[in-house]
């Protein structure tokens, strides 16, 4: 018997990859052609979808403005032949928080692997970065896009959003996406090399997880591997490795332990889910909406209530936000509620009556330079309007258009099971009502 062994090569890059600036205006054109072959003229996917929500990135002159503000990273893919094949934006959100955005790459060029070299390229650069956090919601039309960015290392998935974003992909359904977050940079290898020498339970207090890091960097300060960290390197290695109280609704407990296990190896939280005695500071004459934000986003069916970090629960406060945005005809509306505030619960307690669900929770997604704890994990919660349930099945379903890489599999299975269980028990108590 003959045994024959193949060897499949290793496939050629097909693409490079480069970041596009104020130099670049001149290919502004280019670009947005390269999105509407990609995503339909004027971002316009078929008869009757909604336009895809950038509309910068479908004319010339939103393409050349992106370039010369450079506020946005764009980082663009072209072939051997310097065509532009593929594209994607990079948004900061705060000095160590980005997320990645727009991804398109040209129906007719497809197979080349344009969209696995931007998500790599995108990742290698904030590699080079001190900390920087990456929340990035990965759209659920295309197993393509997710296993992209799941391969490159952004697999972490810590929440789901059902029915958020306009009729872009599906003419007769708002787009799904799952929230992943990948702590990226160079303090993050040394972080956990300090998790894994100074063990958990260091302190809640920043100074004195600081002071440890000095005493062992101390002793390792002859080692060949030894790195100095400066002094904001340092508050930020005790913000991450400090150990933090944060409150869940009781039945979310399991599924939060489940996200934050993908993070062991850094961060280390003492779940709560009743509260406890709080010091509270001077009590302060209340002012319009003191406790909470309201992102409209006006022209889309989505809104955000984006709570403040100390805020307390006021049930009449909260009410007339969500009258506000339901009025305006909003059929999705995402509350974000700092998850190391104890009143999170009572909000959470309230909102879950109003007929909202679980969406995610992100570690160390807020971001508080005023406050003594300058990262903060967030939980999110959101409500999607009847109708729209009505008319949309959830990943698993028969009539489900939504598609999720390793469903129900990975931990994408325990997040929309709890949704699942929360809209199944909503429907059963409106049944029960009537």
């Not at 909604?50 to 980082?75: C, H, I, K, M």
């Not at 997710?146 to 697999?155: E, L, N, S, V």
């Amino acid at each position: 018997m003959t045994l024959t062994a193949y060897v499949e090569e290793m496939p050629k890059a097909a693409v490079k990859v480069f970041k596009a600036g104020a130099e670049h205006v001149h290919l502004a054109p280019a670009i947005k052609d390269m999105y509407e072959k990609a995503l339909g003229p004027g971002g316009v996917k078929c008869p009757g979808a909604d336009p895809y929500p950038d509309t910068d990135l479908f004319s010339a002159e939103g393409v050349a403005q992106t370039l010369e503000q450079g506020e946005r990273v764009l980082a663009l893919a072209a072939s051997e032949e310097d065509e532009l094949v593929g594209a994607m934006v990079m948004d900061r959100l705060s000095p160590h928080h980005v997320e990645f955005n727009s991804m398109a790459v040209r129906i007719d060029k497809r197979g080349m692997r344009a969209g696995s070299a931007i998500v790599a390229f995108l990742r290698d650069l904030l590699e080079e970065t001190d900390f920087t956090l990456n929340a990035t919601e990965l759209v659920t039309h295309s197993l393509a896009s997710q296993a992209a960015h799941i391969h490159a290392g952004y697999k972490n998935i810590c929440g789901f959003s059902f029915c958020h974003y306009p009729k872009v992909f599906f003419k007769e359904h708002p787009e799904s996406v799952l929230w992943v977050v990948k702590l990226q940079g160079k303090l993050v290898p040394l972080a956990k090399s300090f998790r894994m020498q100074l063990g958990r339970n260091l302190s809640s207090d920043k100074t004195n997880v600081k002071t440890k890091i000095l005493d062992l960097q101390s002793r390792q300060s002859t080692q060949s591997s030894f790195v100095r960290l400066s002094e904001r390197e340092l508050d930020i290695a005790s913000d991450l490795l400090a150990k933090r109280t944060v409150y869940v609704p009781k039945d979310y407990l399991p599924l939060v332990q489940s996200i934050l296990f993908q993070f062991e190896d850094i961060l280390d939280r003492n779940l709560l889910t009743e509260k406890q005695i709080a010091i509270h500071g001077e009590e302060t004459q209340k002012t319009e909406r003191q406790n909470l934000n309201i992102e409209y986003k006006e022209g889309f069916g989505h809104s955000y209530i984006i709570m403040s970090s100390q805020f307390s629960f006021d049930r009449q406060e909260i009410a007339t936000a969500l009258k506000e945005l339901k009025d305006l005809g909003k059929r999705f509306i995402l509350v974000r509620l700092p998850a190391f505030n104890p009143e999170s619960l009572a909000l959470a307690e309230y909102l879950r009556e109003e007929g909202f669900v679980f969406q995610s929770y992100l570690p160390l997604y807020g971001h508080f330079p005023e406050d003594l704890t300058e990262f903060g994990d967030i939980l999110t919660l959101q409500w999607i309007k009847p109708e729209i349930l009505e008319q949309n099945a959830l990943p698993g379903e028969t009539e489900s258009v939504v598609k999720v890489y390793g469903y129900p599999q990975n931990i994408s299975g325990e997040i929309i099971n709890q949704i699942r269980v929360e809209l199944n028990k909503q429907k059963q108590q409106g049944r029960a009502e009537k």
